[in-house]
């Protein structure tokens, strides 16, 4: 079994999601082969490149930091398969997000905010969250990865983590924005802004306007256990509330470039959600520096599973036939 030297958001989910899952992607002595980057994936890559780069030369200048030249970070997060056609389409998604306007709200809460924005590439770090009855006593805390998209304290001190998202680019159905959004902004030639939603009730909370009706776990709770973890990797304690907020770009077919619409989310995640996350992560990160993954099974039988799935690893990276590694790529994940 590999060792693993952090948690991300991402790999939280997929254990709470599908256990087996989890250990084929991660702990498997030979790792299964990684899927391809799609198109769909790619263009949210694509998208925050052209949105951290125009971003951060606005605040900061150009040759400031080659990290977050634009090219840098393309071809950083694009795969080389997919760069000609997202280049394209993620500038068409950059340019739909800055005539909303929602560029230019977001630009000028940066420029007025409290010390340095920060815009990462990659962030990593141990938290460290004790409260009796929700974690379990294990000194040296949980190691996190994440990638933060904006983080910054507004001029009223209240810390805003923040999160693109790119839903239904590549789809043959119209995709319809999460519930609770503050503001719905066309973005591709339609006229108005249309907001709130009906489940939302706007109102200011420490400087920033955000729906208090709802919190993001109620939205979503992948995107409150993501905005957590990066709120705790920023410097926030476990359980300290913040704002989180996603800016949602939802798609709708219209030929080879889709109508696109903005759905502002700016909600909290309630202390309680966060140190149930927190809870989860460190039995997670307990259980995969252990020899007893599969806690629902005896021990014996919980090893006898592994040796399973990583023989089945072995065959997905070394298949006997061109047929079977077809089956092996379809197959994966049931």
Same mark, same amino acid.
């Given at each position: 079994?590999? &060792?693993?030297?952090?948690?991300?958001?991402?790999? +939280?989910?997929?254990?709470?999601?599908?256990?087996?899952?989890?250990?084929?992607?991660?702990? /498997?002595?030979?790792?299964?082969?990684?899927?391809?980057?799609? =198109?769909?994936?790619?263009?949210?890559?694509?998208?925050?490149?052209?949105?951290?780069?125009?971003?951060?030369?606005?605040?900061?200048?150009?040759?400031? #930091?080659?990290?977050?030249?634009?090219? *840098?970070?393309?071809?950083?997060?694009?795969?080389?398969?997919?760069?000609?056609?997202?280049?394209?389409?993620?500038?068409?998604?950059?340019? /739909?997000? @800055?005539?909303?306007?929602?560029?230019?709200?977001?630009?000028?809460?940066?420029?007025?905010?409290?010390?340095?924005? @920060?815009?990462?590439?990659?962030?990593?770090?141990?938290?460290?969250?004790?409260?009796?009855?929700?974690?379990?006593?294990?000194?040296?805390?949980?190691?996190?990865?994440? &990638?933060?998209?904006?983080?910054?304290?507004?001029? $009223?001190? /209240?810390?805003?983590?923040?999160?693109? !998202?790119?839903?239904?680019?590549?789809?043959?159905?119209?995709?319809?924005?999460?519930?609770?959004?503050?503001?719905?902004?066309?973005?591709?030639?339609?006229?108005?802004?249309?907001?709130? %939603? !009906?489940?939302?009730?706007?109102?200011?909370?420490?400087?920033?306007?955000?729906?208090?009706?709802?919190?993001?776990?109620?939205?979503?709770?992948?995107?409150?256990?993501? +905005?957590?973890?990066?709120?705790?990797?920023?410097?926030?304690?476990?359980?300290?509330?913040?704002?989180?907020?996603?800016?949602?770009?939802?798609?709708?077919?219209?030929? &080879?470039?889709?109508?696109? @619409?903005?759905?502002? $989310?700016?909600?909290?995640?309630?202390?309680?959600?966060?140190?149930?996350?927190?809870?989860?992560?460190?039995?997670?990160?307990?259980?995969?520096?252990?020899? %007893?993954?599969?806690?629902?099974?005896?021990?014996?039988?919980?090893?006898?599973?592994?040796?399973?799935? #990583?023989? =089945?690893?072995?065959?997905? &990276?070394?298949?006997? *036939?061109?047929? #079977?590694?077809?089956?092996?790529?379809?197959?994966?994940?049931?």
């Amino acid at each position: 079994m590999r &060792k693993i030297e952090y948690l991300s958001p991402s790999s +939280l989910a997929l254990w709470l999601k599908d256990k087996r899952e989890y250990y084929l992607s991660y702990l /498997c002595e030979t790792r299964a082969p990684r899927m391809a980057q799609t =198109q769909p994936m790619s263009i949210g890559s694509a998208f925050d490149a052209y949105a951290k780069n125009f971003l951060h030369e606005k605040l900061f200048g150009k040759a400031n #930091d080659s990290r977050f030249e634009l090219v *840098t970070i393309f071809e950083a997060q694009v795969e080389a398969h997919n760069r000609d056609w997202a280049w394209e389409h993620g500038k068409y998604v950059f340019e /739909c997000y @800055r005539n909303s306007g929602a560029l230019s709200d977001l630009l000028l809460e940066l420029e007025s905010s409290v010390g340095t924005p @920060r815009f990462e590439i990659e962030v990593r770090g141990v938290v460290n969250g004790q409260r009796e009855g929700i974690t379990r006593d294990m000194p040296g805390g949980v190691t996190f990865l994440g &990638k933060p998209d904006v983080f910054y304290i507004n001029k $009223h001190g /209240c810390h805003v983590i923040l999160d693109f !998202k790119v839903n239904g680019y590549c789809g043959n159905h119209n995709t319809s924005p999460k519930a609770g959004y503050l503001r719905l902004r066309p973005g591709s030639g339609q006229v108005g802004v249309t907001g709130p %939603h !009906k489940d939302c009730i706007p109102m200011v909370w420490q400087g920033t306007m955000i729906n208090i009706g709802k919190y993001l776990e109620d939205v979503d709770q992948d995107w409150a256990r993501q +905005l957590s973890i990066y709120g705790w990797l920023v410097g926030l304690e476990v359980g300290e509330e913040a704002v989180t907020a996603i800016d949602q770009i939802v798609c709708k077919p219209n030929g &080879k470039f889709p109508l696109i @619409r903005i759905a502002e $989310h700016r909600l909290r995640v309630k202390s309680q959600f966060q140190w149930e996350t927190y809870a989860k992560a460190q039995e997670l990160w307990e259980i995969i520096h252990s020899d %007893h993954i599969f806690r629902d099974m005896p021990l014996e039988e919980s090893k006898s599973a592994c040796q399973l799935l #990583d023989n =089945q690893c072995e065959s997905l &990276k070394n298949p006997a *036939t061109p047929e #079977d590694a077809m089956f092996n790529q379809m197959t994966r994940g049931f």
